[in-house]
């Protein structure tokens, strides 16, 4: 198993970051703005095995209730984390609305929930819907000084058949450019071995975004433990490791 990380040229995050404030999507100096608003973009296709499936669902939990995990979120102030299990335009969504998780019980809530949530998208692979519809996620609510999506998922855009609704990922890319959401990407499997470039130049997308692969399922947990540190630490703390 390999697990390599990849971000984005700093000049790219940097013009990004810009155009985030030219557009609105800044950081409030509000107090009522919570610090990060973090929606897990989560891969339910038919690509993804029922034991697979399985394998990525418990991954987030375990990964959600790692110490480090809790440590990272306990020194990144208010913290929403939401998901979206996805597939294309013709499936529905499964949606857990964002939550608190830096205070109470929100977390163990969400991680439960996570668990008896339930299958229903199997169709296709639809990651420009997921990236949209994690975006109109990201963007409701209180506002938010970081607003991060992170995709998961074991293949590229299906391309046929596609189905009636279809939205590109480049028009979701847009989409989220023009808000100043970050898009990360977690790819996994080792059959497409240009999975992890197409993750890096197709998917992820604003300031300081970065892609991580992981080659099988059996590393995926520590993979997404490590992806949600990286994204749940302010940035100049993780820039620092």
């Known amino acids: 198993m390999t697990d390599t990380v990849h971000s984005l040229p700093r000049p790219i995050a940097a013009i990004m970051a810009l155009a985030g404030l030219c557009l609105g999507g800044a950081p409030s100096a509000s107090a009522a703005c919570i610090d990060l608003r973090l929606i897990l973009a ?15 669902i418990e991954g987030y939990a ?12 306990d020194g990144a102030g208010q913290v929403e984390i939401g998901v979206i299990l996805w597939a294309d335009n ?6 857990l609305p964002p939550r608190r ?21 199997q169709g296709s692979t ?15 609510g209180a506002c938010a000084r970081r607003r991060v999506i992170d995709v998961s998922g074991d293949g590229r855009e299906s391309r046929r058949p596609r189905p009636v609704s279809f939205l590109p990922l480049w028009l979701a890319r847009q989409r989220v450019q023009a808000l100043g959401i970050t898009v990360n990407g977690l790819s996994i499997g080792g059959e497409d071995r240009m999975i992890r470039d197409y993750y890096l130049n197709e ?22 433990r490590d992806k949600l540190m ?7 703390m993780a820039s620092a490791d």
């Open 126 to 140: 639809g990651i420009g819907r997921a990236i949209d519809a994690a975006a109109t996620l990201a963007d409701q």
């Open 62 to 73: 375990l990964a959600l209730r790692d110490p480090r995990v809790l440590r990272a979120i």
């Open 230 to 236: 990286r994204e749940i630490r302010l940035p100049q």
């Open 203 to 224: 998917v992820i997308t604003g300031p300081d975004a970065f892609a991580m692969h992981v080659d099988d399922w059996t590393g995926f947990a520590v993979a997404i």
């Open 101 to 121: 998780v830096d205070e109470g019980d929100g977390l163990e809530t969400l991680v439960q929930d996570l668990a008896t949530s339930g299958r229903a998208a």
């Open 90 to 95: 013709d499936t529905p969504l499964v949606v």
């Open 42 to 56: 989560i891969d339910s296709s038919g690509s993804i095995d029922a034991a697979e499936y399985a394998l990525q």
